[in-house]
Nanobody
Framework: QGQLVESGGGLVQPGESLRLSCAAS????????MSWYRQTPGKERELVAA????????DYVDSVKGRFTISRDNNKNTVDLQMNNLKLEDTAVYYC?????????WGQGTQVTVSS
């Protein structure tokens, strides 16, 4: 059974940076496109960034373009989200997601709080 475990969340001030990491196990990581989503109470889960299975292409929601970078290491079975110049509105629970024709997996989420 596939598993995703996120880490790296925390409390930061506006303008600071955080790096989230997601470790995958139990499935062939290189077969899956990977994404980061986020969710705040009362709102739907939002796609933040996505990267193809080979890592050749990445895409971002407009609100994080130029500030966030998604990357993956298919040798280590990890996907990271580097978040720079964080804003108050980036506060959310961030989830790692894996998807392919073979199925979909979600992590348990990690809290990111941006507060002054």
């Amino acid at each position: 059974q596939g598993q995703l475990v996120e880490s790296g969340g925390g409390l930061v001030q506006p303008g600071e940076s955080l790096r989230l990491s997601c470790a995958a196990s139990g499935f062939t990581f290189s077969d899956y496109a990977m994404s980061w989503y986020r969710q705040t109470p009362g709102k739907e889960r939002e796609l933040v960034a996505a990267i193809t299975s080979t890592g050749s292409t990445a895409d971002y929601v407009d609100s994080v373009k130029g500030r966030f970078t998604i990357s993956r290491d298919n040798n280590k079975n990890t996907v990271d989200l580097q978040m720079n110049n964080l804003k108050l509105e980036d506060t959310a629970v961030y989830y790692c997601n894996a998807v392919s024709e073979f199925g979909r997996y979600w992590g348990q989420g990690t809290q990111v709080t941006v507060s002054s």
